[in-house]
């Protein structure tokens, strides 16, 4: 029998009650990380990738049903817990890091407050050893002159630098698995590789489990292990990185990588994907990537895939892609 | 910080020319004028009137009797009541504790109930107590002072006879005025069946008074509180695993405070405004109900040295409110 995954989520789904209706912004996702795994979500924009994060922390507003047939951290069921017990989990063993360093820090309180919080909250921590830790903390994640920065208040500080606090607070308990959503949108260019090697040192130097949430596939290539590629709240494809970086098999995948600047060399304009992601009243019949795809049959337009055995992984469509590079020489 | 302060101070400057211009010129466009007032309807011999007037200064061109008025109150002298002969900063200084006293716990009974009313409101938007809280607080608010006091009065008073019609203190009791405040005082002088009476006095003032601010303070609330709650650093504060209670308690409010405390900045001047009615209903002995006694007698130096000071107090507040702003946002506090 295989070890048990740190988190194991099977069939989740959200839903939004609006005024317009009922939206499925996730849709029946399989999802499992393991210890000291650094598992990659990639998709546009609208994909359902944020939410599924902010589905694992508990942070959806009550406006967000959660259903799922199992949703378990560490063995424990976490949509059996109550919000309490789940408190003691979220920002402890499961930390999160957002998108928006510059807003998601309190502009009223100080950056040492902030993050001695936490440790308050989660470890009982107080006095000296308090303040001790948290200008290790500032110091594990970078920041020059920890113990004046402690006073410093959010709009002191650079995007980048609001980021390491960001990544300070959540490290700050010796998280299991840490969910980073984006952490790197909102930063210039040369903060963005700072980042990113931040985490991936971090997350190696404590194996905790990492779950990056991007839109990058350049990003998730230098980075996880496994990759989860999300399209309108399902799994489109979900293989080891390397053997989804050779050979995608999902076109929407395939699509994606022919979309990187570094693998359109020689070619006179960078293939894009036409269209967008179908919003909350016009998903498609059938795959819900058929309109967007360039192999889509009359099958594809009527019947919805499932997610298909492919080698080392899955993928959700009817004509996974051979291992010939995708659209070779090709313009869409 | 203290050039902060030196600039709003010397914005205060036209402030307080175009009040005292104002009250100058409008008291004198409501006919009669000092001496016929106490003279009343019996008349006295055009001779004597004269004299009299000439001996106030009223026979003089109106842009002399403003100048000389304007020295005066340069040199920090107000002038003297035409009826008590009493300096008018004397009269204002020893009337104006009631009036504080008043205002004070209107302020604070607004806040203590408005404040967790709009939180609530907010947090659990959309519910009964929302809607309920926010119908409340709208008729609050568009109640007439005069007649929202009458009717108070006729169920709580007449009705009930649970609170004194009028006044401060009961007739039984008299108290060295020491701060002039009737609470503290009675307190100091331990008599407490005296400051049990101050109290009982105090209370329909006080909510009458306190009402529009209250329901000023409630929405302002909720509506902060709601821009505040849709914030990332809230997200955050909840990824932390902090309790719902220290997420709205500490987290939020902090921020919501921030425009809070601006209105109840804004409202000292809208509470000394009401206090003007809210004293007269209730006979209350303060500066309220000595300016519109001042009007009856044409008092012209009570009711401009009077209005003067209460300008005066309001400015004051609205800049301590400018400092205090800065305390509790620090993006402003360093960029000044």
């Known amino acids: 029998m295989a070890a048990m995954p740190l988190l194991d989520i099977k069939n989740l789904s959200v839903e939004f009650t609006t005024r317009a209706g009922t939206f499925r912004a996730v849709d029946g996702i399989d999802l499992t990380v393991d210890e000291g795994e650094v598992v990659g979500i990639v998709g546009e924009s609208g994909s359902g990738k944020s939410v599924t994060s902010l589905a694992v922390m508990g942070l959806l507003g009550s406006n967000g049903t959660v259903v799922a047939d199992r949703m378990q ?10 919000p309490s017990q789940r408190r003691k989990i979220t920002g402890k063993d499961v930390a999160m890091v957002f998108q928006e360093p510059m807003t998601s820090l309190n502009p009223c309180f100080t950056v040492g407050f902030q993050i001695m919080e936490t440790l308050k909250v989660h470890e009982g921590l107080s006095g000296k050893a308090l303040r001790n830790r948290a200008i290790e903390l500032l110091e594990q994640v970078g920041i020059p002159a920890p113990e004046s920065r402690l006073s410093a208040f959010p709009h002191q500080l650079s995007g980048g630098m609001n980021q390491r606090v960001m990544i300070a607070i959540a490290i700050a308990c010796n998280p299991r698995l840490l969910v980073a959503d984006e952490p790197t949108t909102a930063l210039d260019v040369t903060i963005q590789k700072q980042i990113l090697d931040l985490l991936v040192r971090l997350q190696k130097e404590r194996g905790m489990a990492l779950i990056l949430i991007t839109h990058d596939m350049g990003v998730v290539a230098e980075t996880a292990q496994r990759v989860v590629v ?103 | 910080m203290l050039r902060f302060i030196l600039t709003r101070v010397s914005l205060v400057i036209p402030t307080f020319l175009g009040v005292t211009f104002l009250t100058f010129l409008l008291i004198r466009l409501v006919p009669g004028d000092p001496i016929e007032v106490r003279v009343g309807e019996r008349g006295i011999p055009p001779e004597r009137l004269l004299e009299l007037r000439h001996e106030l200064g009223l026979d003089r061109p109106l842009w002399h009797q403003f100048l000389d008025y304007i020295g005066g109150v340069l040199q920090g002298d107000l002038g003297v009541s035409l009826v008590t002969r009493n300096s008018v900063f004397s009269e204002f200084v020893t009337l104006f504790p009631a009036t504080l006293e008043l205002a004070a716990l209107a302020m604070l009974f607004a806040t203590v109930v408005g404040l967790p ?18 119908g409340i607080s709208l008729t609050g608010y568009s109640m007439p002072i005069f007649w929202w006091g009458l009717l108070l009065i006729l169920f709580f008073s007449v009705g009930l006879g649970w609170t004194p019609v009028s006044g401060r203190l009961d007739l039984l009791y008299y108290v060295e005025p020491v701060t002039g405040f009737m609470l503290i005082d009675t307190l100091m002088a331990g008599e407490y069946g005296a400051f049990w009476s101050a109290l009982h006095h105090l209370i329909l003032p006080m909510i009458v008074l306190g009402t529009v601010p209250l329901a000023v303070v409630a929405r302002m609330t909720r509506s902060a509180m709601l821009e505040v709650l849709g914030e990332d650093y809230i997200r955050t504060a909840k990824a932390k695993g902090l309790a719902g ?3 709205i308690g500490l987290h939020a409010l902090r921020n919501a405070l921030i425009p809070v405390v601006t209105v109840i900045g804004l409202q000292v001047g809208t509470l000394l405004g009401g206090a003007i009615l809210t004293e007269t209903i209730f006979s209350w002995p303060g500066v309220g109900k000595w300016l519109i006694e001042s009007i009856n007698r044409r008092d012209y130096p ?4 009077g209005v003067l000071l209460i300008a005066t107090t309001v400015m004051t507040v609205n800049l301590l409110v400018d400092v205090l702003y800065g305390v509790l946002n620090p993006r402003i506090r360093h960029s000044r």
């Open chain 1, 230 to 332: 999300m399209y309108a709240g399902q799994v489109a494809e979900t293989r080891p990185v390397d053997a989804l970086f050779k050979a995608p098999r999902h076109p929407y995948t395939g699509a994606l990588l022919d979309a990187l600047p570094e693998r359109a060399l020689g070619k006179r304009r960078l293939p894009t994907i036409p269209g967008v992601v179908p919003g909350i009243g016009d998903r498609p019949q059938g795959c819900l990537f058929n309109p967007r795809c360039r192999f889509a049959t009359d099958r594809c337009r009527i019947e919805r895939p499932a997610l298909f055995d492919v080698d080392a992984g899955k993928a959700r469509c009817f004509y996974p892609l051979a291992d010939a590079p995708v659209g070779a020489g090709e313009v869409l």
């Open chain 2, 117 to 134: 009313a709009g939180i609530v409101a907010a947090v659990r938007r959309g519910s009964i107590f929302d809607h309920g809280v926010m």
């Open chain 1, 73 to 82: 951290f560490g063995g424990k069921d976490l949509l059996a817990m109550s």
């Open chain 2, 302 to 305: 009570a009711l401009q040295g």
């Open chain 2, 245 to 247: 209670k220290r997420v």
